[in-house]
């Protein structure tokens, strides 16, 4: 329940500290004067959007200050979640400078806008005229139905296997995209992993093939160089290194006995001989093995040349064939899995399906049983509306075969506004001042049903008098039997059924504009009510017939203690 409301520089308050009671509280004012300064103020308590247009001419900063007591239990829970301290009481406090930037707290403590709407919601609820003209949008009165029948939880789930099965079905699409030119990739796959088997078998060393290539190329040459160094070595008839090192030995045999340092020599001389010599025998078998059979040399060229075309044609250089072999094959084996991944996902996504439609099943069950529950407490608070034998209806039209993150329902308010008349969608025979009947007949249903504490109505009575008039003010204070009502209105008959009542008021000196908002006792509720019957002269007449009304209203009413309250400067 709020308790206390403190407003300083905002919009054209400088300060109010008003204490507000239980049951049904009416703020009434002059057109103009700035009634719904304190809807707009509650509205920033409860998480609304504010800008420096609120923060009062000169001033540096707005700020509204909301004391919360007796708290739901949700509310105490919010709280120990969030680890906030209290002691049963709650202040509630937004800041907001004049460059725009917003503050806002909760007992002290500052928390995100996010975290005060949501602990807001929990405690306020503002009904203002523009709901009235949401009605006719599907989606307003599918939320509003929702609400009715507490389906806040099982529409979550819907909503999140709604966007499960969605992102399934996109991954599934894009799979059976892939999967559609698979075959014939497979095909191609096939074929080149073959093709490069076969170029590859038996060829162990692809660097050395292509030496072997370039050697058979140049093999005259090589030839006879190869000849000549053995001619040279060995073979010369003319004197061969061979030969040469053969006397240089003989000539220093007869002198190693005598001189150690020659025997060194002649050793080291012999060594040379005999490497030579290995280097001849090495020179010949070169020589036999260029001697190649001309088939051998064919097949050389012919697996070399495959080879290379095949490095061009995957643009790779010969010796990554092996590993362009092995990747192909790996993507193979990726597209067969691929058919049995795609069977997994497909049935995933059936499952995903059928969970989807048997949750939205049971959300259009919850709807269903709420809609005739609400359409009857509807039709019930038109009677006196001023709509004798209307009649109002939910039509619930559900598409088994449809998917939506808010189920498979369209959901469509009918209303036959005379007996006899057909229902027809609320937006095609509902008149303004119909409209607005019958959204205060909607809004009374729907905040019959809610534990909001704090119900805020913000000239919901436009569009009606007389005696309809009083039954909307009866509605209001029957609301607040239960809970809080605070009501911004410009009509004394329901003014006068509320239990507490406060006047806004405009003054000016000429140079600065302030509001006023101060509480007002009997004798000034009687004056404020003559004035809302009578006008700017206020008669003798209208201050008994405001009496009368009060006197009405106070026979229905359940007293209500009062509270000492500083007006607003």
Known sequence: MLTDLHLRDFVIVEEAQLAIDPGMTALTGETGAGKSIVVDALSMIAGGRASGDVVREGAERAEVAATFAALPPAALAWLEDQSIAHDGEVLARRVVGADGRSRAYLNGQPVPLQSMRQFADLLIDVHGQQEFQQLVSRDAQRSLLDEHAAATGILSRVAALHASLRDGERELEARRAVAANADARRDLLRFEIAELGDALNGVTDIAALFIERKRIADRGRLAQAARAALTLCYDGEDGSAHDLLARALAALRPTTATDPDLHAVAGQLESVAIELREAADTLRRYLEALDVDPASLEETERRAAVLEDLARKHRVRPEELPARAGALAREL????????????????????????????????????????????????????????????????????????????????????????????????????????????????????????????????????????????????????????????????????????????????????????????????????????????????QARAHAQEMLGRGAEARTPRPSKRSRPAR
Request: hydrophobic share 45%.
């Open 333 to 540: 084996d990726g597209l067969e899995t691929s058919v049995a991944d795609l069977a997994q996902l497909e049935e995933r996504c059936a499952a995903r399906r059928a969970q989807y439609g048997q949750t939205a099943g049971e959300l259009s069950a919850a709807r269903r049983a709420a809609a005739t529950d609400l359409a009857k407490r509807i039709t019930a608070l038109m009677q006196p509306l001023g709509m004798p034998g209307g009649r109002f209806e939910i039509a619930l039209v559900t598409d088994t075969g449809s998917c939506a993150a808010h189920g498979q329902d369209a959901v469509d308010f009918l209303v036959a506004a005379n007996p006899g008349q057909t229902a027809k969608p609320i937006a095609r025979v509902a008149s303004g001042g119909e409209l607005s009947r019958i959204g205060l007949a909607i809004q009374v249903a729907a905040a019959a049903r809610t534990r909001t504490a704090c119900l805020v109505f913000d000239e919901v009575d436009t569009g009606v008098g007389g005696a309809t008039a009083e039954i909307v003010g009866r509605q209001l204070r029957a609301l607040a039997q239960t809970g809080q009502v605070l009501c911004v209105t410009h009509l004394p008959q329901v003014a006068s059924q509320a239990h507490a009542q406060w006047r806004v008021a405009k003054e000016s000196n000429g140079r600065s504009t302030r509001a006023r908002i101060e509480r007002l006792d009997e004798a000034g509720r009687v004056e404020e009510i003559a004035r809302m019957l009578g006008g700017v002269e206020v008669s003798a």
